[in-house]
């Protein structure tokens, strides 16, 4: 029997929630960023709701620095947010990378946390032949976990392009380590669904 859960909607490209799993080990430090396409709680610090959290940064036709969203903040700063335009990831993840290597540059690299990215889109980014590159450079110390959703057309070329630079990553890594995970939320319309299976690949 599936717990309630573990039900699962959505469309015949639907990733299976049986295969999702977290993208780095637990046993490993990660430091969680997300890039969230505006074109469709545990770390806070201090009780502020504006520190701490997961490091948010926006992307369209241009880069949003959302912050940091945690329990406290979550509902106003995605009230905030002006939704729509184009897709463009490349500032968003320069933006994201440079708040990592602030925070974590100055440490030894064997003390670096692993940088796990979480990118959250509805469709191939405009700037993608710039992207593509990044996800096919991904290590055991960047490790990219790309979540589509929506449906259609749209959806499954998307879903294509991604999982096709999760196989030209593969191939290049020595043992065959996946450091690219593609989940695809094809048809899912339930928010909580698709929150359960995202904090299960970053916890």
């Known amino acids: 029997m599936v717990s309630e859960a ?3 909607t959505g469309g015949p490209n639907r990733t299976p929630r049986s295969e ?7 046993n490993r430090n990660k430091e969680p960023v997300l890039l969230l396409d505006l074109s469709a709680a545990a770390e806070q610090a201090g009780g502020s709701d504006e520190l701490g ?4 940064h926006g992307f369209a036709n241009r880069h949003v620095e959302i912050g940091d969203l945690n329990s406290s903040n979550l509902q106003r700063r995605l009230n905030e947010i002006k939704w729509g335009g184009k897709t463009y990831i490349m500032p968003a993840w320069k933006a994201a990378l440079a708040d990592y290597d602030e925070e974590f540059g100055d440490r030894d ?12 889109t509805d469709g191939e980014a405009d700037d993608w032949q710039d992207f593509e590159p990044v996800l096919a450079k991904a290590s055991a110390k960047r490790v990219f976990v790309v979540a589509i959703v929506g449906h259609g057309r749209r959806h499954d070329a998307t879903l294509t392009a991604y999982q096709q630079a999760a196989r030209k990553n593969a191939a290049q890594d020595k043992f065959g380590k996946v450091h690219v995970e593609v989940v695809s939320f094809d048809a899912v319309t339930d928010p909580e669904e698709i929150a359960f299976d995202l904090i299960t690949l970053v916890s």
């Open 6 to 8: 573990q039900a699962e």
């Open 53 to 56: 959290g997961l490091m948010t």
């Open 109 to 120: 690299p064997d003390e670096q946390p692993t940088m796990l990215t979480v990118v959250v």
């Open 20 to 26: 999702i799993r977290p993208a780095v080990s637990a």
